[in-house]
């Protein structure tokens, strides 16, 4: 058994996260438009009839944006807790479904467990999402490292983990002083010192796949925060998710099972024949490191390849 992962996006200009099997899947927070979701999950091959639910962490703009116009016209349950709903999306009556921390909630084949968190909204929760014996964390929008969520940080095959800023970019940045405080005074965002602490001291030896999330657009950059985690990722893959396109969707497995699995479906031209030099030197150009290159070919194309710069 499997779980299917991807950020649609990720940071303060919206954030999606697609989380399910074969049969069934969430969405966690759509803080894109409906028609930004549609087209993008459309892009990696995912079926909006597959997802079958989708949970509000909190009410930030950033998290529901496109919450009540994507469930309206799916007639989606969302799961969302009465404080967060008085200050959230609008939502036809019956769509909304409640939960509370640390109370598991089927949906279909999957189990998505809710836990809270320390951020400045109402009533702010992370989630984990398990299917047989697959626990992915969806963990975004926090504080500081709390108890719960080091706990839940231990239970999971792969988390989307905030690291939102590198503390001295805030520090000599633009923003005025009373947001700096704000965005680092244990109710706002992790830093990436403080997730790579978290990744360190708390990392189960299962964790295949670490998403770096939630990065600000002024107090981080992409090849900082990977780096900083790459070093030490000890055999965990590091990925950074875009404020700009999703990621590509990543099947996630249990231990001893192969653990670089493609989703076929996206790659329909899937031959290294049909890599045309153009598109290489267009992905080499986008893409910031070899490894980066690296990683982009094994999942374009499902074959790992040596480990050298192509
Ligand atoms: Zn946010
Ligand atoms: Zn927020």
């Known amino acids: 058994m499997a779980l299917h992962i991807t950020s649609l996006n990720s940071g303060s200009n919206g954030n999606c996260y697609y989380v399910g099997n074969t049969t069934d899947a969430v969405l966690i927070d759509v803080g894109i438009s409906c028609r930004e979701t549609e087209k993008r999950m459309n892009k990696l091959g995912l079926s909006m009839n597959t997802v079958k639910a989708i949970f509000v962490s909190h009410e930030h703009g950033d998290h529901i944006k496109g919450v009540s116009t994507l469930a309206n016209k799916y007639n989606l349950p969302v799961y969302i807790t009465e404080k967060t709903a008085k200050n959230g999306p609008r939502l036809i009556a019956h769509l909304a479904k409640r939960f509370a921390p640390n109370e598991p909630v089927c949906v279909?084949?999957?189990?998505?467990?809710?836990?809270?968190?320390c951020h400045d909204a109402a009533d702010p929760h992370s989630f984990i999402i398990s299917s047989q014996?697959?626990?992915?964390?969806v963990f975004t929008d926090i504080g500081n490292v709390c108890k719960e969520v080091i706990h839940?940080?231990?239970?999971?095959h792969a988390v989307i983990l905030?690291?939102?800023?590198?503390?001295?970019?805030?520090?000599?940045g633009p923003y005025p002083l009373h947001l700096k405080n704000r965005i680092r005074g244990g109710l706002g965002h992790l830093s990436n010192k403080q997730a790579l602490e978290l990744f360190l001291e708390h990392r189960p030896p299962f964790l295949s796949r670490l998403f770096l999330a939630h990065l600000s657009k002024e107090n981080n950059h992409p090849q900082l925060a990977k780096t900083l985690f790459a070093e030490?990722?000890?055999?965990?893959?590091?990925?950074?998710?875009?404020?700009?396109e999703p990621t590509e969707v990543y099947i996630v497995t249990a231990p001893g099972e192969k653990a670089l699995q493609i989703d076929r479906t996206l790659s329909k031209p899937l031959q290294l024949a049909l890599y045309e030099s153009i598109n290489l030197v267009n992905a080499r150009a986008k893409l910031a490191s070899c490894s980066d290159f690296l990683i982009y070919l094994q999942t374009k194309s499902g074959f790992l390849y040596p480990d050298k710069c192509p």
């Not at 279909?108 to 968190?117: D, H, M, Q, R, V």
């Not at 014996?133 to 964390?137: M, R, S």
């Not at 905030?162 to 000599?172: F, G, I, P, T």
């Open 108 to 117: 279909g084949s999957l189990e998505i467990t809710p836990f809270a968190k």
């Open 133 to 137: 014996g697959i626990t992915v964390g």
């Open 152 to 156: 839940y940080f231990k239970l999971c």
């Open 162 to 172: 905030e690291a939102n800023y590198d503390e001295v970019m805030l520090e000599n």
């Open 232 to 244: 030490k990722s000890n055999g965990t893959e590091i990925i950074v998710a875009s404020r700009y």
